[in-house]
């Protein structure tokens, strides 16, 4: 048998085998213990370091958390999708990620060609896996912001929302097509329900803009510093200090936007809305040939039309109108390129009319935006247009509206004050005039190159309130 034992065995009695085993075990412990003494005197291999993530890696998690990414990152990780999508056409995540990294990289480039290769991976994901395929829609939804089609991301956001009413990234999305459409009590709702299910950075940041559309400057400051230090990543830290620089410059708070400015782009090189707000600050300041630098590498790298329109009327106080011409021309240019990605850039091209072109055309593009999406920036545009375009009476209900805290003009910026100021002097309410004139100076005495110059000009024109004599009362 295999148990058996070959030849006689000698048994021993229990105590004799303990005596004759202890020595052995004392040795071996003695043992033990030398060898110990001696690794304890040896040097220590230091820890391994953990390997830090990659480009990509990082980008997926921001993608996946809907938090700003850096943009080496999203170039790898739309390579690998791309990869994972031609080998495995039926991935429906790899589609729906893919997506949102295109999405991501138009919004981040200014470079609306990219939307409608968004657009095609998030329908193919949904074609792959038509049923609750909630990245795919709340991809949608972000694509749909981007183009600022605020109608279309609000269906697809309620979509992804009814799906999975406790996925949390879904709330910034709705948060912001709202925002778009002008419905700022329900923008304000869906922040509640977002606090209650997710704390962090990237909430904080969307806390930030719902408090400063509401005019709660202080309170979005503070958040955007929580948010700033509390965020992971450079690319998502230098965004949320964009935006204190941008809170900060509507303030008129110059050296605290530099500063935050310039921290943005230390962070992320590839910050170029930090390097467009340098531009503006620095042109408020006096440093002109300093702005005029920032203006041109931001637009160099991120042509976006806001930043050619302001470029250009800085060159046009500069006395420079060829110069100022050149950057309207790349203006229309990029709203051309923005239509044909499926993105809306009409509001920027009809301020653009209102003031160095058409007014009446402005009127016309931006009552056909004012339908689609009526929120506050709309208003305060069209009411402008509309002033240019002599028709004073009209503008002054859209110039309300941009600037009644109910109605989400709670932010009250000096642009927009100063066009109802403007407004009203026109229609001859001198005393509301003088009134909101003075407040967009108080507010930010340097908000545009050309609008600050002419709103001291017409504050001036104004004067004081006439000294007029309060009647006596008749002893009641």
């Known amino acids: 048998m295999e148990n058996q034992q070959e030849g006689p065995v000698r048994r021993e009695s229990g105590s004799k085998r303990r005596v004759r085993s202890r020595p052995v075990l004392l040795a071996s412990v003695a043992g033990c213990a030398v060898l110990g003494g001696v690794l304890v005197l040896l040097p220590r291999e230091p820890p391994a370091a953990p390997v ?52 991501e990289r138009g919004r ?74 002008g419905e700022h009590k329900a923008a304000k709702r869906t922040l509640d329900r977002l606090t209650e299910l997710r704390s962090g950075p990237a909430v ?101 039309p806001r930043y050619a329109l302001e470029l250009g009327e800085l060159y046009e106080s500069l006395g420079m109108p060829e110069a100022a011409r050149v950057q309207y021309g790349l203006l229309r240019e990029r709203v051309r390129r923005a239509a044909a990605g499926g993105a809306d850039e009409e509001l920027v091209l009809g301020r653009f009319e209102a003031d160095h072109g058409d007014p009446t055309a402005a009127v016309r593009r931006l009552r056909a935006q004012w339908k689609r999406q009526p929120g506050t920036d709309v208003a305060d545009a069209l009411g402008w247009a509309l002033y240019r375009a002599g028709e004073p009476g009209e503008a002054l209900r859209f110039a309300l509206r941009a600037t009644h805290p109910e109605r989400g003009g709670g932010v009250r910026d000096a642009l927009s004050m100063y066009h109802l100021g403007a407004i009203e002097r026109e229609l001859e309410r001198y005393g509301a005039a003088r009134r909101h004139l003075a407040e967009a100076l108080r507010i930010n005495p340097h908000f545009s190159p050309l609008h600050a110059q002419a709103a001291r000009e017409a504050s001036q024109a104004l004067g004081e309130p006439p000294d007029v004599e309060v009647p006596e009362m008749d002893g009641h």
Not at 151 to 157: K, L, N, P, S
Request: proline share 6%; charged share 25%; hydrophobic share 45%.
């Open 52 to 103: 830090p993530p990659s480009p990509g890696a990082l980008a997926l998690a921001a993608v996946g958390s809907g938090v700003p990414a850096s943009l080496p990152g999203l170039a790898e990780l739309v390579d690998e999708r791309e990869k994972a999508v031609r080998t495995r056409p039926g991935d429906a995540t790899s589609w729906a990620v893919l997506g949102a990294a295109y999405t």
């Open 108 to 181: 981040r480039l200014a470079d609306p060609a990219y939307y409608p290769r968004a657009e095609k991976a998030l329908r193919m994901s949904l074609k792959v896996r038509p049923q609750r395929n909630t990245r795919a829609l709340a991809g949608l939804a972000a694509l749909s912001n981007a183009r600022r089609d605020f109608r279309a991301a609000r269906r697809w956001g309620e979509a992804a929302l009814k799906l999975e009413p406790r996925r949390w990234t879904t709330y910034p999305l709705l948060i912001d097509a709202y925002t778009g459409l």
């Open 204 to 304: 904080l940041a969307r806390a930030a803009a719902v408090y400063r559309d509401r005019g709660w400057r202080e309170d979005a400051a503070a958040a955007l510093a929580d948010a700033a230090a509390g965020a992971r990543a450079p690319a998502e830290r230098a965004a949320y200090l964009e935006r204190a620089g941008q809170l900060a410059w509507e303030r008129g708070d110059f050296d605290v936007a530099l500063r935050h400015f310039r921290e943005a782009v230390r962070l992320d090189p590839d910050q170029r809305a930090a390097q467009a707000g340098q531009g503006r600050v620095l042109a408020a300041l006096g440093r002109t040939t300093e702005a005029l630098h920032a203006y041109r590498a931001a637009l160099a790298k991120q042509p976006c």
